[in-house]
């Protein structure tokens, strides 16, 4: 039997401190409907479906109007800001600055695995400044995950930073990742 796919809770933790401020009565209500309270205690882990529902919900109210797409990756520059402030990612941080970005990104299943027990990431180098990283998320999740690598390669200083969605399948999304060398 295959293991249900899980975000761990210290990633539910990064959510609600990036939008604690952005916080509305509305999305509080919403949230808590959904599963997940901003006064209780977190549970261990939470569900991919329903991570992916908490993720639309907050999209579709802090950010009326905006297309859901760019609205996801939004949400993953939050996140990712407000990871890099916890426990785990300031220990993370000094370390992907410090091996830079094109080994960070051949340890993006690594990367990725502290955060949940599903993501299997590949990255395959294409020329100088350039890896495609193979990634089995899609959908609106694909967009959130862009957030989370564009903000979070920029830790390695990278000139000219583009990260973009060179192609999604059944199985996933290839992101293209280019930066200045």
């Known amino acids: 039997m295959s293991e249900s796919w899980v975000v761990f809770k210290h990633c539910a933790e990064a959510l609600l401190r990036s939008i604690d401020t952005r916080m509305t009565p509305t999305l509080k209500a919403k949230l808590q409907a959904s599963g997940i309270s901003t006064e209780a205690t977190l549970l261990p882990a939470y569900e991919y479906e329903k991570w992916k529902e908490i993720l639309a919900l907050s999209a579709q109210e802090l950010m009326p109007g905006v297309d859901p797409q760019t609205a996801h990756h939004t949400l993953g520059e939050w ?47 294409v020329g100088p400044g350039h890896v495609h990283l193979r990634m089995n998320d899609r959908g609106l999740m694909a967009y959130f995950n862009r957030g989370i690598l564009d903000r979070g390669l920029r830790i390695t200083d990278p000139k000219n930073l ?3 969605i060179a192609s999604e399948d059944a199985t996933g999304v290839v992101y293209s990742i280019r930066w200045d060398v």
């Open 162 to 164: 583009r990260v973009e």
């Open 79 to 125: 996140l990712t800001d407000a990871y890099f402030e916890n426990f785990i990612g300031r220990a993370l941080k000094p370390i992907v600055k410090l091996i830079g970005i094109r080994r960070a990104l051949g340890r993006m299943r690594q990367n990725f695995r502290v955060a949940n027990n599903y993501a299997e990431a590949e990255a395959t180098d």
